[in-house]
């Protein structure tokens, strides 16, 4: 791989990276301290404007533009707060984790500089609660950082005053949809809310709150310390930065890469992945989480950035891309995610609480040789049922993209299930009456 | 009955955190289910909805939502076996047959001795080390079902 600067991932790589003693050793909480004693809030958005960040929980919408969101705090003076969405469960993601385990104060501070910027009272990071680790290391990192005057009032001396709370959830997908946090956080059950309002206007106990993914705002001290033009010198233009790049499947060198943005799938996948694994053809792959759909080989020529996938009709997501070799099956790999969606669906909307149902089942008779031809044109309709606008949240549109992206690029697979029998593995054999595991 | 004195102290602590205090109820729901007896029993869901001023059907409602909380009995060690895409593609069958043979527990069961508690999960977010499996709490990735059967043979 052609070389390129790093940061993401540097601390992490350190003995102990977890301490703040370490972590003050090189350079930790010294962007806090800047943006404390020499910039006001306005400048810390303006710059985190001008380095041009993107959310990394999946919409990839401009960090800075959605701090400047929040009401003016001179004319509204109800509490504010920030919620950091640790909730990670997009099948495929698996990079957040390693942020917290292995650099909880970078995340303590990335977060407090976004409390700052948005003048916010209180943090909430809000983690999945299978994370035990990670939940345990960020909590040690912000009882360390108490005691060492960076959390709590008048932070470093100066008269920013913010605590910060770690809250566990308990193992519902779509509490990581930015309202269904808020709803969950709030002790209910993870139903997401109607917008608008917004979250910016109506959050957290009806107060103003902005909820990041803990990538976007971990790079926030990067930005303060270097710049934003540093920031600018990595990735593209309209997707600056460095991410992080979990890959997954049928690949030599699975993890958790620290890449820029914009660089060909392709590349990717031969010189950081180390290819197909035992010498196989790639099949399908999935640039960036479930949601995201399953594209064919000759894709990987798109650059991993948020506009080159969406202009192949994908989405960027959470920058997990997941590949299958030519012996999987795209057919069972679109019936387990919709098994998913269909688990997560929260059931508020029928479009999403049926029409996941209906997937799942539709594509598990294909996969065991029940499929009819007609199915294929019963797939694209429910997912068109369930299209952004007709539901609440995105979940649907989640199930619904995956769906299209299959009857777009593999309906041969599809066809020759129906032709045939099924996955192979069903062909001549009794049906069975349930899924496989 | 009433929560243990040392619950209650922490809960008192802990919906200090929060503007309102339900908000404490997930979490507190966690140290329930870790302290008393490894689920929700009725009664425990009828002394958490006594602490949090709230009716138990509500704390009902929300515990019924949450996969990590159990309203039944489960054998004393959980495993949870990740059934996603990046594990299936990496040899989760396997894993979750040899789980199961094992300790003797079905998918959703707990094994005859009370020992184990087998369940089917979805990810765990440790695709890039798939498969894996969580027994306690504890990750277990790059599995192979060797390993499976190692790790649950020495689960005490
Ligand atoms: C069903 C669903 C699940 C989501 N899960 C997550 C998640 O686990 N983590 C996350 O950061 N964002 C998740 N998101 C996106 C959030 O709604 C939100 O856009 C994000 O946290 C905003 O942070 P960012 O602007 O820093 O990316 C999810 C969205 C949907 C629709
Ligand atoms: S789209 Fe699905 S998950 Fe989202 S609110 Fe509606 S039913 Fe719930
Ligand atoms: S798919 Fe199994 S841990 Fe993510």
């Given at each position: 791989m052609s070389q390129f600067p790093t940061y993401l991932l540097d601390h992490a790589a350190r003995e102990d990276s977890h301490t703040l003693k370490v972590y003050r050793e090189h350079g930790g909480y010294t962007a806090l301290e800047k943006a404390l004693k020499l910039m006001t809030p306005e400048a810390v958005i303006d710059e985190v404007k001008a380095s041009g960040l993107r959310g990394r929980g999946g919409a990839g919408f401009p960090t800075g533009l959605k701090w400047s969101f929040m009401p003016d705090p001179e004319k509204d003076k109800r509490p504010r707060y920030v919620a950091i969405n640790a909730d990670e469960s997009e099948p495929g993601t698996c990079k957040d984790r390693v942020l917290m385990r292995e650099d909880p104060h970078g995340l303590v501070e990335g977060t407090l500089i976004a409390a700052y910027a948005?003048?916010?009272?209180?943090?909430?990071?809000?983690?999945?609660?299978?994370?035990?680790?990670p939940y345990d290391r960020v909590q040690a990192a912000i009882d360390e950082a108490r005691a060492a005057g960076l959390v709590g009032q008048n932070i470093l001396g100066?008269?920013?005053?913010?605590?910060?709370?770690?809250?566990?959830?308990?193992?519902?997908y779509?509490?990581?949809?930015?309202?269904?946090?808020?709803?969950?956080?709030?002790?209910?059950?993870?139903?997401?809310r109607p917008k608008p309002p917004f979250p910016a206007g109506f959050g957290l106990w009806g107060c103003p709150t902005t909820v990041n993914n803990v990538e976007t705002v971990f790079n926030a001290p990067f930005i303060l310390n270097r710049g934003s033009s540093w920031f600018r010198s990595m990735g593209t233009e309209k997707s600056p930065g460095n991410f992080l790049c979990g890959i997954s499947g049928h690949v030599e060198k699975p993890?958790?890469?620290?890449?820029?943005?914009?660089?060909?799938?392709?590349?990717?996948?031969?010189?950081?992945?180390?290819?197909?694994?035992?010498?196989?053809?790639?099949?399908?792959?999935?640039?960036?989480?479930?949601?995201?759909?399953?594209?064919?080989?000759?894709h990987t020529s798109t650059p991993m950035d948020h506009d080159s996938l969406k202009g192949i009709g994908s989405m960027f997501?959470?920058?997990?891309?997941?590949?299958?070799?030519?012996?999987?099956?795209?057919?069972?790999?679109?019936?387990?995610?919709m098994d998913f969606y269909e688990h997560e669906s929260c059931g508020q909307c029928s479009q999403c609480r049926e029409g996941t149902q209906w997937l799942s089942q539709i594509f598990l008779r294909i996969e065991q040789g029940q499929g009819r031809t007609e199915d294929i044109q019963l797939l694209e309709d429910l997912a068109n049922g369930m299209a952004p606008g007709k539901t609440i949240c995105a979940l649907s549109d989640a199930a619904a993209i995956p769906t299209h992206s299959v009857i777009r690029n593999f309906k041969d697979e599809l066809e020759e299930y129906v032709r045939e029998g099924g996955h192979p593995e069903y062909r001549g054999t009794q049906v069975p009456q349930e899924a496989g595991a | 009955m009433a929560l243990p004195e040392t619950l209650v102290s922490e809960f008192d602590e802990l919906v200090t955190h929060y503007p309102e205090r339900r908000a404490a109820l997930i979490p507190a729901l966690h140290r329930c289910q870790e302290e008393l007896g490894g689920w929700l029993s009725p009664e425990t869901i009828e002394a958490a909805a006594s602490y949090f001023d709230l009716h138990p059907v509500e704390v009902y409602s929300v515990a019924s939502f949450y996969p990590m909380f159990f309203l039944k009995p489960v054998g004393a060690h959980v495993v949870s076996v990740c059934r996603n895409i990046s594990c299936d593609l990496r040899g989760a069958s396997e894993i979750i047959d040899c789980a199961a043979k094992a300790p003797g527990a079905g998918v959703g069961q707990s094994s005859p001795d009370g020992k184990f508690y087998l369940e089917v999960v979805e990810c765990q977010g440790g695709c890039a080390n798939a498969p894996m499996m969580?027994?306690?709490?504890?990750?277990?990735?790059d599995l192979t079902t060797d390993r499976v059967a190692q790790i649950l043979g020495g689960v005490q």
């Open positions: 948005m003048r916010c009272e209180a943090a909430y990071i809000y983690v999945r609660g299978e994370y035990r680790l100066s008269d920013f005053s913010c605590e910060l709370h770690m809250h566990k959830g308990a193992g519902a779509i509490c990581g949809e930015e309202t269904g946090l808020m709803e969950s956080l709030e002790g209910k059950r993870g139903h997401p993890g958790v890469y620290e890449l820029p943005l914009g660089l060909p799938a392709q590349k990717i996948l031969d010189e950081v992945a180390g290819g197909i694994w035992k010498g196989r053809k790639l099949k399908a792959w999935i640039p960036g989480g479930s949601s995201t759909g399953f594209l064919k080989p000759e997501g959470t920058g997990a891309m997941i590949l299958l070799d030519e012996t999987a099956s795209v057919t069972r790999s679109a019936r387990i995610l | 969580v027994v306690d709490g504890q990750y277990h990735e």
